[in-house]
Structure formats: structure tokens, C-alpha cells
């Protein structure tokens, strides 16, 4: 509104200044007289002052009418397109000039001006792969996702311009959380530009979120040969990929391609800990304990974990304490201090009914980085040496309020998983959980605070003694070990 009235304002004041000018000039006195091949001509300043525009006027006829000239000389020697250059330069002059000024708006964030602009190059030029998408992204930038959804489709017609076409249509419909769409989008751009690194990612993105692991593992290695992902990433993200196409490896009716798929993935990366527990649970199917064995001793020696303790204990699940104290041994030869190592050893001591072993193997863990694991293993230390029921309690109490120790977290989001996936169900990132101590200590275990309960059985407590009033509380029986931490859990 205000820009309106400025111009009506600016138009009446030229206006003005133009009949002050010609009044000026027919009351000025004097002539000018031009004499030329005996003709005398006498004009005044205000005839003068018309004279000099309409010789301009003529001047600029006569050069137009000499460009039209040269150009049908040159159309009659053969240039077909003479004729039609010569009308259309005006309109690529100015059709020019609007695409550098819808550029300049864009590029200043002025969605509006550089639509408006845009439509004016699109009316003037004839050119689609400029000016289509041109106003494609002015009109995302001014909010019009329909407009700009029909460019992108107009820009679909070309060949050299379908893969901007079909890329703007993704990032729109990943804009609008259409991931089907989006996910069609994107296999028919790789189609068309399979180096493509930003449309890998995506569509790698889309896949896992979907959980198509065999068409993600094609997208990963269609990476690995553009040379955009180094060889030791893709031996990782190709291990998770393919665990998840062994999810069902432990299946009656699985086939024997996804029995050796864990298999597979456990050779590509040993140190993947789910690959390693899968791959072992599928030659205990098959009655292979040696490579069973292999299996874990390899990926305990590279991370030790609770659940590579619990597929070993499976190897052999009938055994004496004794005896499995003796083969766990083996497995946790490499990494005797590790704090797995000693909780792990503990429980068997504690299985075996060798407390004193348990407290040794346990060492100063409760006190120096006490878990709910820790000391409840500490709690079941003083109850089988005897010591008194406050005693005890009192280890189960810190329990109830202690950290739960080491859980599956994203390096991304610090989220907490109960279980390890290949992707964060709080962020959506892939291969981003790792087994580390979270920062906060509050929430369910990981683990369930588990304290592999095929290796801790029940066992009869002491008898308690007799206190004087007030009768102390009954005390059970049997102590569960794996009871005292669900209880702190």
C-alpha cells in the first residue's frame, strides 16, 4: 500500500515538473532559426525541444529498421532462424534479466519476488531446464509445495532434467513423512544416477527403516564400488545387514542360507556381538561345539559381553559347577581382570558354592564401581559366608539404588535399547548402539540385571538366628540371586 502511494505521489510530481517545464518554455521568448540549403526554418524553444524527441524517435525506427534488414538479407543466404532472432532478442533480453533477478531474490531468501520473477523468465524464455526450476524452488521457498510439486513434474518430461525432477519429489515426500513414496522415489533416482552419494544415503536410510536388509545390502555395496564409503565401514554396516537377514536363524523352519547368514556375518565382523552369539547358537543346532566354541572365544576376546557368557554356557548346559568353572576358564584366559571376567567368574564361585573364590574373583568391584550386578553378587558373597542378615541387607539395599551398569546406547541420541537392534528406535540412526556404561543411572536394565541364571541356581540360606523383640522379619528360605536384581531393577 505504502509502495503504491509512493509511485502515484513520485508519477504527479514528474507530471508536474513537465507542465511547469513546457509553460517555461512558451513564454520564454526567442527563436532559433536553421538555415540550410537555402531553406530558413525558425522554431521555438518548446517546438525545438519536440523537434529533438521525434528526430530521436526516427533515429531509433530507421537502426530497427536496418537490424530487420541484415537479418532478411542473411534469412535470403540461407540462415533460417535469422528473422525469428531478430524478434526473440528483446524477449531473451528480458527474460534473461528476470531468471537473474529470481536468482538474486532466492538466493536473499525472498520466496515471493523470486516466484514472481520466475514466472516472468518462464513467459519470456524458452528454456524448461532453467526456468522450471527456477520456479520449483521459488515456490518451495515461498511455501506453495503444490506449485512447486508441479514443476518438478513438468521436469520429469526431459531426460536431462528427470533426475532433478524426481529428487525434488523426494525431498518433498520425505518432508511429508511419505517414506513408501519416498522409498519408490529413490530407487527409480539411483536407477538413473547410481553414484549418486546423497540418493545412496537416502535410500540405504529408507531400506533399513523398512527393514529390507537384502535391498540395503545392495545399496551398500553399490557404495562401496563409487568409492564413497571406506571398505572397513562397509564390512561393519554389511555384518549388521546381514545378522538382520539371520534373524530367524534359530527357527525350526529356517532355511540353511539364513542359518549361515549369522555365520557370514560373524566372519565379517567378529567384534559384533549379536553376529557372534547367533552364529554359535546355529552350530549348536547343528551339534558343532568346537566351532561354537571358536565363535565366542573370538568375539570375547574382542569385547567380553553377558551374552557371549550365556551362549558358552549353552555349549555344555548340563555340566557340574566344577566343570564349567573349569571350561569358562578357556574363554576368559585372555582377559582375566576385565570387569565381565571377574563378575562372570564370581557367579560361578558362587554356583559352585566357593565363596571364598567368588569374593576373591569379585575383588573390590562392589566399592570401586559398584553395579546392581556388583553387589548383588556381594549380597550373595555374605549371605553364603554366613554374615548377618543386616549385613546382607544392606547390600541389597545399595543395590536397589545402584547404576545398572554397562547397557546397549546410541552413540547418537545416548538412548537406552533393552536389546541390541541395528537401528535406534529413538533417532532412526543405523549401527549406532554400543555396550557402554550410560551417562544417567536410572531406567530398566539392558539386561534385566541378569545374572545368567542358568549358571546361578537357588540355594538354601543359613538358619537364621533368634533376636530379641521385635521379632525380626521372616526370612526366606532360598536366596535367588536373579530375584535380588529384578528387585533393584
Known sequence: MLWSLTKVLVFVAVLALLTLGATFLLEAGGAVRITAAGWELSLGPLQLLIGVLVLIVVLWLVMKAVGLLVAVLRFANGDETAISRYFDRNRERKGYQALSEGLLALAAGEG?????????????????????????????????????SEAYKDMLAAPHTRFVGIRGL????????????????????????????????????????????????????????????????????????????????????????????????????????PAAVMAARSYINKDNAKNATRVLKKAWDAKPHPDLAAAFAEIVPDESPEARIKRFKTLVANHPDHEETRLLMAELYITAEDFPAARRSLGDLAEKHPTQRSIAI???????????????????????????????????????????????????????????????????????????????????????EPEPTPPPPPEPEVIDLEAIVRRGG
Not at 522415489?185 to 538413473?192: M, V
Not at 527393514?211 to 554389511?238: E, M, N, Q, S
Open 112 to 148: 515471493r519476488l523470486a516466484l514472481a520473477r520466475a514466472r516472468k523468465a518462464e513467459y519470456y524464455l524458452d528454456d524448461p531446464a532453467l526456468t522450471t526450476l527456477l520456479v520449483a524452488q521459488a515456490a518451495e521457498a515461498a511455501g506453495d509445495t503444490a506449485r512447486a
Open 170 to 273: 523426494l525431498q518433498q515426500k520425505l518432508a511429508e513423512g511419505d517414506t513408501a513414496t519416498a522409498l519408490k522415489l529413490a530407487e527409480k533416482a539411483i536407477e538413473l544416477r547410481p553414484k549418486h552419494t546423497e540418493t545412496q544415503d537416502i535410500l540405504l536410510r529408507l531400506q533399513t527403516e523398512q527393514r529390507d536388509w537384502k535391498g540395503a545390502r545392495a545399496t551398500l555395496g553399490a557404495k562401496l564400488k563409487a568409492g564413497t564409503l571406506p571398505k572397513d565401514v562397509y564390512r561393519r554396516r554389511d555384518a549388521v545387514l546381514a545378522l538382520q537377514l539371520a534373524a530367524t536363524v534359530l527357527d525350526e523352519d529356517a532355511t540353511i542360507e539364513a542359518r549361515e547368514a549369522a555365520i557370514e556375518a560373524n566372519k565379517q565382523s567378529p567384534d559384533l556381538i
Open 378 to 464: 556381594m549380597a550373595a558373597i555374605e549371605r553364603g559366608q554366613g554374615a548377618d542378615d543386616a549385613v546382607v541387607r544392606g547390600w541389597m539395599a545399595r543395590a536397589l539404588t545402584a547404576p545398572r551398569g554397562a547397557r546397549w546406547c546410541c552413540d547418537r541420541c545416548q538412548a537406552i535399547h533393552a536389546k541390541w537392534d541395528p537401528i535406534c528406535e529413538n533417532c532412526g540412526g543405523f549401527d549406532t548402539l554400543s555396550w557402554r556404561e550410560p551417562p544417567e543411572t536410572f531406567g530398566p536394565s539392558a539386561t534385566g540385571a541378569e545374572l545368567l541364571p542358568l549358571l546361578v541356581k537357588d540355594r538354601p540360606a543359613p538358619a537364621p
